[in-house]
């Protein structure tokens, strides 16, 4: 196989490369905290996504791609591991997954054990919380950036500490309460690398240089960018490419009628930021604020994913290098009156999701897709052995889909949320319905509260369909009941001797 291999070689998947190892594929991972479709690629017209959208164009566009859990570090475990939170039992930030599987071997491990010199910049793991990076899944430490700062002292109480940088540094863990709120937006007339995105982009350049200058070693990198995660700072350029008068607010901000009230949230993350009350009530001055921000925090996000790019041709990487563009969960801009994540509902779980592989004929699909796919499809899309690891590989290759947009591999996506009294909210998300299933795990199914939303009926989610469709209820059960029940805690696995 030549080094410029076409994807029809590629997608041939002879179980390894053997002797042609030296075209094995390079893999570039790209991860964006927080990132929801609000992308031009995706039909948003209000983005402004030039880079996201060149890269769409290149690869496959997963249209019903969804995470497995609405939360940054349990998000991330998903992807790395290709195991559902519910097979770990992990579903917090401050849990590392070693707690459930401590030899588990990660996406990037894998490839490190095939030959592959693995490196991550940025957030791909989740750092912060009272958890830390996974040392053991690079060939290099990790290069780390904030995920919240800012460039104008003012935004944070004078230059303290505040409440969401203390999370993130792993620092007065004890009283976050107690310290001050940051601001949820900042505009300043600053470089892009004033922030950490704009410096991500420049190291993840330097070590795109450094490859192509590596002779017989195929790289593994992870660039993992931190916005559009709060806070919304972003040079104001990127703030001024939106016009704030031609953002709507949310449709429905109001919690589903006749939903368990575990499904929904209050406050949460949100209120760690000024000027957001304490009570996370966001008024339509604010709301619009926030949405702004989202948009302009994404579009400086762009601006630096395609400096990356630009990098790769500059390198001529495109012709053998797998890309994957990942966002880790959805997010709420106001709809249900929620903000952030945190929720089973559609627009905390639904994620973009796009592959690029060489010679590519690029497409979209409407498979309904899950962040655990990703570990097997990248690893069978390289040629590498199929994974026999310690941890479940719950997800499945979607290779053929690659092949054939039109062909489906499993009729629904699943992902979960945990909420107090220990229930365990499954779900699972066919193309029209979502089913969830509140209980504690091994509890009898008759103590579950029920969640039932028709999307082709009610796209925001307005009414719980649960006690009026029981005959779509029982048939949303029957594909609810192929997983195993949820894992309530830490695998009590040993490591193998």
């Not at 894998?110 to 490196?119: C, D, K, L, S, T």
Request: aromatic share 8%; proline share 8%; charged share 25%.
């Amino acid at each position: 196989m030549k080094k410029a291999a076409c994807l029809i070689a590629l997608l041939a998947l002879p179980p390894h490369l053997g002797a042609q190892e030296k075209s094995k594929p390079n893999v570039l991972l790209i991860c964006v905290d927080d990132l929801k479709p609000t992308i031009g690629a995706y039909g948003d017209k209000l983005a402004v996504t030039p880079n996201l959208d060149r890269l769409a164009a290149r690869g496959m566009r997963f249209d019903y791609a969804y995470c497995n859990q609405s939360v940054c570090s349990a998000s991330r475990n998903n992807l790395m591991l290709g195991s559902r939170s519910t097979s770990l039992g992990i579903y917090d930030l401050s849990q590392n997954f070693r707690k459930a599987v401590p030899d588990a071997v990660t996406l990037s491990q894998y490839f490190m054990n095939n030959g592959y010199r693995a490196e991550a910049v940025g957030k791909i793991l989740h750092s912060g919380h009272g958890n830390s990076d996974d040392a053991a899944s690079w060939s290099v430490p990790t290069i780390t950036e904030k995920v919240v700062e800012y460039a104008d002292p003012a935004s944070s109480a004078g230059g303290r500490l505040t409440r969401e940088e203390a999370y993130f540094s792993n620092k007065e863990l004890g009283r976050i309460g107690q310290l001050p709120k940051g601001a949820a937006w900042e505009i300043a007339d600053v470089p892009d690398n004033a922030y950490s995105d704009g410096r991500i982009a420049d190291e993840g350049i330097k070590r795109l240089q450094a490859a192509a200058e590596r002779k017989g070693t195929p790289f593994f990198l992870g660039i993992g960018f931190t916005k559009p995660h709060l806070p919304f700072t972003a040079p104001r350029k990127y703030w001024d490419m939106h016009d704030p008068t031609k953002f709507k607010l949310a449709e429905n901000t109001k919690p589903p009628q006749d939903a368990p009230p575990l499904a929904g949230k209050k406050g949460g993350e949100i209120t760690n930021y000024e000027p957001i009350p304490d009570n996370g009530k966001v008024d339509d001055e604010n709301a619009r604020k926030l949405i702004h921000g989202y948009y302009a925090a994404t579009s400086y996000m762009d601006a630096q994913l395609g400096r990356v790019l630009d990098e790769l041709d500059r390198q001529k990487l495109w012709e053998n290098t797998i890309i994957v563009l990942w966002g880790d969960h959805g997010w709420h801009l106001g709809d249900h009156g929620y903000w952030t994540k945190h929720t089973n509902y559609e627009q905390a779980n639904h994620i973009p999701l796009l592959i690029i592989a060489p010679g590519m004929k690029p497409g979209s699909t409407r498979q309904l897709t899950e962040t655990v796919d990703i570990y097997p499809t990248v690893t069978e899309l390289a040629g590498l052995p199929k994974p026999s690891v310690p941890q479940p590989i719950d997800g499945v290759s979607l290779i053929p889909v690659l092949k054939d947009p039109s062909v489906r591999l499993r009729d629904h996506a699943y992902h979960c949320f945990p909420r107090g009294e220990g229930r365990i909210g499954r779900a699972i998300r066919t193309e029209r319905y979502r089913f969830v299933e509140w209980k504690v795990p091994g509890a009898p199914a008759d103590t579950a509260k029920l969640e039932l939303y028709d999307y082709k009926e009610d796209p925001t989610e307005k009414q719980n369909l649960a006690t009026k469709q029981p005959e779509v209820v029982k048939e949303m059960q029957a594909i609810l009941a192929r997983h195993p029940e949820a894992e309530p805690k830490p695998l009590a696995r040993k490591e193998k001797k």
